[in-house]
């Protein structure tokens, strides 16, 4: 078990949005992955700790950077593409929009975790190794404490999804499901 003051906690949820929850993903399928975030998002509430909703709205970059591969976002986003999914965001939430997968890429999040005396991350999201990890590995970098909450994060490749699981957040985070997660003081 994890406890974890809500005072210096947040839960920073990535990409729980229409058009990313589009897509085939795994271990957790989107409908599971929005109820978990959702459920977790309500135990953080609960308690009063902070609740960060972080969407992507990728730029478009012209002419695009050479990569070996591409990403297979349509050059023009379908509307509604960035909306978070229905029913997660609280007017009392933090909600931050970025360009690209990590989200401290945008400084007001960290700014507005620190204004609030956040010193410990309890991540999720989609996708595992894309804007989840890169979360993760900006705010290590930053000096915050990471809980990767494992059955609220998925992705579109199981392997990638276990690569990040058990190679790469052993080193820089704690594991755990959403039960192993408790509250000093509740």
Known sequence: MITLDPKTTALVLIDLQNGILGRKLEPISAPDLVERGKTLAGRFRAVGALVALVNVAPAMEEPPRRVDEPSTLPKILPEGFIDLAPGLAEPSDLKITKKSWGAFSVPELDLKLRERGVRTIAL????TQFGVEST???????????????????????????????????????????DGLAFSGA
């Open 124 to 127: 999720g999201g989609v996708a």
């Open 136 to 178: 993760a590995r900006q705010a290590w970098e930053l000096g915050y404490e990471l809980i990767i909450v494992k059955d609220a994060t998925s992705s579109i490749a199981p392997e990638a999804h276990d690569n990040s699981m058990r190679r790469i957040f052993p080193r820089i985070a704690r594991i755990t499901d959403s």
